[in-house]
């Protein structure tokens, strides 16, 4: 078993804790886990992306060759774009709707969903609007983890006991609001795959 | 048994507390920042003491530590790459007084600038100093190799530096945790004169430190961290350097060369003879500038050394999987390329940070005067460039913004006025600042007061509640010494207060006082 995948953002938005439940799953699932994340100055409203990588065997490089990914995962319609050249032939690509606009050049929004649109495998979904739903706005990046849970070959239990250890001194409120806002992705990738 | 899933830093950091650690001492700097940031909120570490505290800058907590080592403790300062050149005094000279409690001096270079001035290689500071360094190639390795540093560092009464570069500082992996060794107990130094640098001690201290070079070498000779991988195929031998060994091993399934696996410095000799001598063309994968390539080219170029000087790799920037690849001779991997409408998004102010509404009123105050007026400094507020803020005209080092404006000034340049963070006053700016007020320069200084060390994640600020009075202390004239508050209400007085501190023939401080939005969150949050 091998995952290669490419978590894709603005810096705020939320993708470390997307990584660092995924990574909790994988170590408790007993697999071998790299994950490359991004601090620093590109943290302040510029692109962020992080490296994940899991698999039975030892891994070697903390980076995904180009071409080696095999899923790209975005907070961000724009960013799920900007790291094309690590997706591998048969790479899926799933992805928030929502525009996230900090920048005068950000492009023509309908263009945008085109291009994306234009991928046979690909999930897009409105997870802030499914987020907002629910009742728990700011769990939009768990809306996008429940939505690629389906393509991660972990076990759902593992992502939310992830949840459970990585929220859980947040208190019970926030935990049950990140559990439920994956679920409500999952629901609505699975209807869409 | 279980895994810790741990950063590179944060390897470092458990990997120096189980090794016995009794003090870490350094200043936040991307991407080593995470070392000292796990030591202080490890519970062990709180249990047992340990000290752990932000210094001033790189070059104090450089000389705390060896205090540390003086009393006979384990010891661990940390600092990225260009922190180094401000510890450097107190560094190479740690060369010749040696240590007595083990001291590991933890780098954190960033090749291709993610977050950094240059991309220096701290492998030279090492070999500069003679001191042994040690690689890590991934996070079991980070964890490990603090515990084999504090045997060498006590074993030869010497430093050792542990580097590390940006990809290998912030990414995580699981991690085995070896069992916990006692903290030292205090004892001075055998020989009292062991910190003692008067020339004529200095001079018998850098023989020894001489005459130790083939021990270090026979040590990494010996060493678990480097290691010789045969290979049939000998028309090419690889040598690998710490975390380049990864991205070797990521395409070694079509390739079966010998490979030589370096994790500890000085180079070992009988291990680069051997693969020199076996083999016919010799590929080097550093990260970084290119160390060893120049240590085995030779000043006439040895041609069957290849790598980053040859054009075989790039001169400049990180490595990855792709450009290995490509130095290996293998095949392009098929990938598609990023769609053209995709924009740009450079790292730009958080909404609502003071340092928008400050500069906004001073680029109002120097209108008059036309663009170039402004000498900035390292820190979230060095993005005051960009637009649509354009208020800022120079970044070099940490509190180079005073001194240049000094600089300027006694140049006839007016108004020269410099912009710094308050940490990065407390770090480097307060030595500047008295230049000013001793030769009276005509220059106006803005602390940003953002109440943090915002950019490398919200680290305490040394000089937190006391700028006015370090401004008064060093003699800058209380009445030029203006507090104000950046905030859009606030924007036509601040325009004012800035005018009149411009029009003041002599040092003004000016101190735009608001916190970060993220202190501020967060303490509203609590």
């Known amino acids: ?193 | 048994m279980k895994k810790l899933l741990l950063l590179g830093d944060e390897a470092i950091g458990q990997g120096a507390l189980d090794a016995g650690l009794s003090g870490a001492y350094g200043y936040p700097g991307t991407p080593s920042t995470e070392i000292i940031e796990y030591i202080q909120r490890n519970p062990e570490a709180k249990e047992r003491g340990v000290h752990r505290t932000w210094s001033a800058n790189e070059k104090t907590a450089m000389e705390s530590a060896l205090g540390m080592s003086y009393a006979g403790k384990r010891t661990i300062i940390t600092m990225k790459h260009v922190g180094l050149n401000v510890a450097a005094d107190s560094y190479m000279n740690s060369a010749l007084t040696g240590a007595n409690g083990g001291v590991i001096v933890a780098v954190a270079d960033d090749p291709s600038m993610h977050s950094s001035q240059n991309e220096q290689d701290s492998r030279f500071y090492a070999k500069f100093a003679l001191m042994p360094a040690f690689e890590p190639s991934d996070q079991q390795e980070a964890y490990d190799m603090p515990r084999l540093a504090y045997e060498i560092s006590e074993k030869y009464h010497l430093p050792v530096m542990l580097r590390l570069t940006t990809r290998l500082a912030h990414s995580r992996a699981g991690v085995v945790r070896s069992n916990v060794l006692e903290e030292n107990k205090m004892h001075l130094p055998e020989n009292k004169d062991q910190f003692m640098l008067l020339p004529s001690f200095a001079r018998k201290k850098y023989k020894h430190l001489l005459e130790i070079q083939k021990d270090l070498e026979m040590e990494s000779e010996n060493s678990q961290f480097n290691k010789y991988i045969q290979g049939s195929d000998k028309s090419m031998g690889i040598i690998a350097c710490g975390l380049a060994y990864n991205y070797l091993m990521e395409n070694y399934n079509d390739c079966n060369y010998p490979i030589l696996k370096i994790g500890q410095y000085p180079l070992p000799r009988k291990q680069i003879e051997r693969i020199l001598s076996e083999c016919d063309e010799i590929l080097i994968l550093e990260e970084g500038m290119p160390l060893v390539e120049e240590m085995l080219k030779g000043y006439l170029g040895n041609p069957k050394i290849h790598g980053r000087l040859d054009g075989t790799l790039d001169r400049d920037g990180e490595l990855n999987p792709k450009k290995v690849r490509k130095a290996l001779g293998l095949p392009k991997l098929s990938s598609k390329d990023i769609p053209e409408l995709v924009a740009g998004r450079p790292p730009a102010l958080c909404v609502g940070c003071p340092h928008t509404d400050s500069y906004k009123s001073l680029t109002e105050a120097l209108e008059e005067y036309g663009k170039g007026h402004v000498f900035s400094d390292i820190g979230c507020y060095t993005l005051g460039y960009l637009p649509p803020h354009n208020a800022i005209d120079t970044c070099v080092d940490m509190g180079a913004s005073i001194s240049m404006a000094i600089g300027a000034a006694d140049a006839g340049y007016f108004p020269a006025v410099a912009t710094i963070g308050d940490s990065t006053f407390g770090h480097s700016g307060i030595t500047g600042l008295l230049d000013a007020v001793v030769h009276r320069s005509n220059v106006v200084i803005v602390i940003l007061d953002n109440d943090i060390t915002a950019m490398t994640g919200m680290q305490d600020s040394q000089v937190n509640g006391r700028i006015e009075q370090i401004c008064e202390g060093i003699g800058v004239e209380k009445e030029h010494i203006r507090v104000i508050n950046p905030l859009s209400k606030y924007h036509e007085e601040n325009v004012k207060v800035f005018k009149e501190e411009i029009a003041y023939n002599g040092v003004s401080v000016v101190i735009p006082r608001r916190p970060c939005i993220h202190v501020y969150s967060k303490k509203k949050r609590q």
């Open chain 1, 1 to 193: 078993m091998k995952k290669d995948i490419i978590l894709a953002g603005v810096g705020g938005q939320g993708i470390l804790s997307i990584a660092a439940i995924i990574g909790t799953a994988a170590i408790e699932s007993g697999l071998h886990l790299k994950q490359a994340e991004v601090h620093g100055m590109s943290q302040r409203g510029g692109d962020v992306q992080s490296h994940l990588r899991i698999s039975d065997k030892p891994i070697h490089s903390d980076l995904i060759p180009n071409g080696g990914a095999d899923l790209i995962i975005s907070v961000e319609p724009m960013e799920s774009l900007r790291y094309l050249p690590y997706l591998s032939e048969n790479g899926w690509l799933i992805t928030n709707t929502k525009a996230f606009v900090n920048i005068p050049n950000y492009p023509n929004y309908d263009d945008l969903m085109n291009t994306i649109r234009a991928f046979p495998n690909h999930i897009s979904l409105d997870a802030d609007e499914i987020a907002k739903n629910i009742g728990s706005p700011r769990s939009m990046n768990m809306v996008v983890l429940g939505a690629a849970s389906t393509f991660l070959d972990l076990p759902y239990e593992k992502l939310e006991e992830g949840i459970k250890i990585i929220f859980g001194r947040k208190g019970e409120k926030i935990v049950e609001a990140n559990l439920s806002a994956m679920q409500a992705g999952r629901e609505i990738a699975k209807q869409n795959k």
